[in-house]
């Protein structure tokens, strides 16, 4: 039920990367507010209103609204990379209807679309409202119904795991040639000094939220700057914090550790500059061994 084109709700604008999925409550709690109802919406009396979103799910079905590959006016940060980078999901929280299976449908839809994209660890690709602006959103989420955000992720991952025939069911072994997958923020920096002889990064992305022990940095040596779309790619430039990174280098495992309930993609350990370092195997894609 794609809303029209060239209106407010729909300019056509081509999202410039992908960054992950924004979720959202439609916190309309109005009876019937289902989303054929919210579809309605931007065809009707909101298709000159800039507010719009990729999907709205409600209990019994998905409904795409605007193209994936299009910008959705959702997460209420002008042209930031919430708004530019990202596909949104309205869950319905209507009163007539039922929170959990929608939630539990958001759920597998943002499965399908991160499985689409290649991703393997949903933390890293799952944002709320909030993230982008402070808004109280999703509300529901938020309160625990049906279930917290840290629920909701685990669930997404839950169904990511269990994929086949995707890079989810890749088996890192020692001797595993590996390369990075995707682009990524720098989250924290370390300068260069006698363990680290070009500094070291600290990236959320790569080691399950925080890099908590001393073999979770990256070292610097293999890491290029790029923009956040991966390109413009400089091997020797400087590092900043908040800079985004991305690596074409070949990797081969040292070691591995296996999935845990807390580690569910498993660790590999890596070498550069001299240094090991661990990683989530999330990011990390498997090449033949040449
Ligand atoms: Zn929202």
């Known amino acids: 039920m794609l809303a029209p084109l060239g209106y407010k709700c729909r300019p056509g604008i ?16 109005n009876k019937g507010a289902n989303a054929i109802a919210h579809a309605n ?27 994936e590959n299009e910008v959705a006016w959702c997460q209420g940060d002008g042209n930031g990379d919430g708004n530019m980078k990202t ?10 209807g039922d929170i959990r299976k929608a939630t539990d449908n958001a759920v597998e839809l943002a499965a399908q679309i991160l499985r689409r994209y ?10 709320q409202h909030n993230h982008w602006t402070g808004k109280d959103c999703p509300y ?34 020692v001797g595993s040639k590996v390369k990075f997958n995707g682009v990524f923020k720098i989250n924290e920096l370390i300068l ?12 959320y992305d790569t080691c399950y939220g925080s890099p908590c022990g001393v073999d979770d940095y990256i070292p610097s040596g293999p890491i290029a700057k790029c923009n956040s779309d991966g390109s413009n790619a400089n091997y020797n430039a400087i590092l900043n914090k908040g800079d985004y990174w991305k690596c074409d280098k070949e990797f081969t495992v040292k070691a591995v550790e296996l999935p845990t309930k807390y580690l569910p993609n498993g660790v590999a350990i890596l070498e550069a500059d001299g240094v090991r370092f661990r990683c989530d195997c999330g990011p990390l894609y498997e090449v033949a061994n040449s």
């Open 14 to 29: 081509s999202r410039t990367g992908f960054r992950g999925i924004t979720i959202h409550n439609t916190s309309n709690w």
């Open 41 to 67: 919406l931007l065809r009707g009396s909101w298709k000159n209103v800039t507010t719009s979103w990729n999907y709205v799910v409600d209990q019994d079905r998905a409904v795409r609204c605007v193209p």
């Open 87 to 96: 596909i949104s999901i309205e869950i319905c929280d209507n009163s007539d």
């Open 118 to 127: 290649g991703v393997t660890n949903a933390s890293g690709y799952l944002f």
């Open 140 to 173: 529901d989420i938020r309160r625990g119904k049906p279930y917290d955000w840290n629920t909701f992720v685990s669930k997404v991952q839950a169904k990511l795991n269990g994929t086949s025939g995707s890079a989810g069911d890749q088996i890192l072994t």
């Open 192 to 203: 260069p000094n006698s363990k680290y002889p070009n500094g070291a990064i600290g990236c």
